[in-house]
T-cell receptor, first 115, second 113 residues
Framework: QKEVEQDPGPLSVPEGAIVSLNCTYSNSAFQYFMWYRQYSRKGPELLMYTYSSGNKEDGRFTAQVDKSSKYISLFIRDSQPSDSATYLCAMSAGHSGGSNYKLTFGKGTLLTVNP | DAGVTQSPTHLIKTRGQHVTLRCSPISGHKSVSWYQQVLGQGPQFIFQYYEKEERGRGNFPDRFSARQFPNYSSELNVNALLLGDSALYLC????????????FGEGSRLTVL
């Protein structure tokens, strides 16, 4: 079993739709949870960052973490064509047992928002 | 402010050759990490350096090495290149606190023929 599982998609939605992206994980030591957006042939861009369980909202984006279920989600409201990209979940145990802040990534989900 | 800068952006090498990739972190950031991203996969952790010391190493062979300089810039070296080393090599910097907030550069795309 991989440490982080993410459905690679692809996911295609019409403009204005609500998008739900998810990851599951197996390592109970993960405490920091991130979502990155990566446009084609570019580096990942940090979108959302959360510590431990709970929700965080930033504009049209909402990140949810459920540590009891080892499940994290990213919701995009009123999706726009400019949101078309690959979305990567990433997790870290922080400064624990020498692992420091190594990030473990999911495979990424390719999202296309159609005008 | 400038973000993380990497050079070169693209390069082509042949099997057995050596490559050096360079990274300049965001001003004020003391930690640099290197990741390898193969097409269709998420980035895989290679190294982390903080204050010029190696603080973490991923599951990569000894052909991969890195260092961090006094100005916090960093180099990733790969010896005896294999076809499977073809990938996007990403550098990320962070302030150094245990937050996991890494900021990535655009990457160096290496093709090994």
């Amino acid at each position: 079993q991989k440490e982080v599982e993410q459905d690679p998609g692809p996911l295609s939605v019409p403009e204005g739709a609500i998008v739900s992206l998810n990851c599951t994980y197996s390592n109970s030591a993960f405490q920091y949870f991130m979502w990155y957006r990566q446009y084609s042939r570019k580096g990942p861009e940090l979108l959302m960052y959360t510590y431990s369980s709970g929700n965080k909202e930033d504009g049209r984006f909402t990140a949810q973490v459920d540590k009891s279920s080892k499940y994290i989600s990213l919701f995009i409201r009123d999706s726009q064509p400019s949101d078309s990209a690959t979305y990567l979940c990433a997790m870290s145990a922080g400064h624990s047992g020498g692992s420091n802040y190594k990030l473990t990534f999911g495979k990424g989900t390719l999202l296309t928002v159609n005008p | 402010d400038a973000g993380v800068t990497q050079s070169p952006t693209h390069l082509i090498k042949t099997r057995g050759q050596h490559v050096t990739l360079r990274c300049s972190p965001i001003s004020g950031h003391k930690s640099v990490s290197w990741y390898q991203q193969v097409l269709g996969q998420g980035p895989q952790f290679i190294f982390q350096y903080y204050e010029k010391e190696e603080r973490g190493r991923g599951n990569f062979p000894d052909r991969f090495s890195a260092r961090q300089f006094p100005n916090y810039s960093s180099e990733l070296n790969v010896n005896a290149l294999l076809l499977g080393d073809s990938a996007l090599y990403l550098c990320a910097s962070s302030f150094g606190r245990v937050t996991g907030e890494l900021f990535f550069g655009e990457g160096s795309r290496l093709t090994v023929l």
